[in-house]
């Protein structure tokens, strides 16, 4: 997971313009007294609402979705995986059981179910972190880079699971 770990550095926005809007406001009420802290209060409030509806935080919502499409793309194969190993469906259990059983070996040495099952495992882990880092305040190119390596995870997962199905039908019940 070292491609999520870069986004950890310089996540939080500066905090030196806060710094002089609060200091001014406080010379503001020193200064001026009564009339001041109005002037302080509207500042204040100016400044809350230009920061809360910067564009970037539009564009922070777009790559929010964006990700969250991305994530919900990983899940749909792993469901498919999951829905292969455990459906009780007839045509699932004939897939799993005459067509593809090496899919279902963990166990399994072909290289193509092998990474497959490798993907599967960290794709779990994956998905669970990427929320946690959703919940996070993320600049807008912190979320850039987790949306492209997300889109590269469920791209290489749904390759991944589209080789090993090919592989492992074409190894067919007897593949040991």
């Not at 004939?94 to 794709?123: E, G, K, Y």
Request: hydrophobic share 45%.
């Amino acid at each position: 997971m070292k491609d999520l770990d870069a986004l950890d550095h310089d996540n939080r926005e500066p905090w030196w313009p806060w710094a002089v809007v609060i200091l001014g406001c406080i010379l503001l009420v020193y200064f001026l007294r009564y009339e001041g802290f109005i002037l302080a209060a509207i500042i204040m409030a100016v400044a809350i609402f230009v920061a809360r509806s910067q564009p970037h935080n539009q564009e922070a919502t777009a790559l929010k979705s964006s990700i969250t499409l991305s994530r919900e793309d990983i899940e749909d194969t792993l469901a498919k995986y999951d829905q292969f190993l455990s459906s009780p469906d007839v045509d699932h259990v004939a897939d799993r059981t005459l067509h593809r059983p090496a899919l279902a070996d963990p166990d399994c040495s072909d290289p193509d179910i092998s990474r497959f099952l490798f993907l599967v495992s960290t794709s779990r882990r994956f998905v669970s972190r990427v929320d946690a880092r959703l919940r996070r305040s993320l600049s807008v190119p912190q979320l850039e880079a987790l949306l492209q390596v997300t889109d590269a995870r469920a791209l290489e997962l749904q390759e991944a699971w589209i080789q090993a199905r090919r592989t492992a039908h074409r190894l067919g019940a007897d593949y040991s």
